[in-house]
């Protein structure tokens, strides 16, 4: 198996949730409570739910946790739990997972980072603030700016930045499915959330990445 990134590469783009870090207790804690403000219903979203569902788009997600209610009034839940978790998240951010800040520091030297998630506005940059990986990123995309599948909001990304050979790391056969879509290679975290048996690159660790692209991790800074 040929466990090595093209020489060419122009550009690694990333998933974020399961790949980057994990913030399900976070926004399971905060949905939980945005449902109870906002609703009569009795549910409570559990980080084992949260987990089975990230990587989905918005809108699986709303209808896998209301499936009883309307299509109108699932999105304004949904409305109410982005805005609670965002503002959550700010003061309350996820688990980054080890390696990321150091690894983004040395990839973004040699070639573009990027970003595609299936999330709302606002998600990814509080992923980047928490990480304090702004500097490292050249351009990020979301569901909720593009209302289309991955992978055609991967190739969105890859056109507005004029990619023409790069990777998407994810963690859950929907990212390895979307980069079918998007015709581009996948890199499959076996850390993260998801199972992908077929997939044929693949890191343990978020730090792999720089021994497939033959360069060495910047130190942690003291």
Not at 146 to 158: N, P, W, Y
Not at 196 to 222: T, Y
Request: proline residues 3%; hydrophobic residues 35%; aromatic residues 8%.
């Amino acid at each position: 198996m040929n466990q090595e990134l093209s020489a060419h590469l122009d550009g690694i783009i990333f998933d974020v949730d399961g790949t980057l870090w994990d913030s399900t207790e976070q926004i399971a804690q905060v949905w939980t409570r945005a449902v109870r403000e906002n609703t009569e219903l009795d549910v409570k979203v559990s980080p084992e739910t949260l987990r089975g569902l990230f990587g989905k788009t918005m809108t699986e997600i709303s209808r896998s946790l209301f499936p009883s209610l309307s299509e109108k009034e699932q999105e304004r839940i949904m409305e109410a739990c982005y805005a609670y978790e965002n503002d959550y998240l700010e003061t309350h951010p996820g688990v980054i997972y080890e390696g990321v800040a150091e690894t983004f520091e040395a990839l973004s030297e040699k070639t573009s980072l990027y970003i595609v998630s299936n999330c709302q506005c606002g998600y990814i940059e509080v992923f980047l603030r928490a990480a304090g990986l702004e500097h490292c990123v050249k351009d990020h995309l979301c569901f909720g700016e593009t209302s289309v599948s991955k992978g055609r909001t991967i190739r969105q990304l890859m056109e507005r930045n004029h990619l023409e050979n790069a990777v998407y790391v994810g963690d859950t056969l929907g990212d390895a499915d979307a980069c079918r879509e998007a015709e581009i290679p996948f890199v499959f975290a076996e850390y993260g959330f998801g199972d992908v048996p077929d997939a044929g690159l693949r890191i343990q660790k978020i730090s792999d990445l720089c021994d497939m692209a033959g360069i060495g991790q910047k130190p942690s800074a003291i």
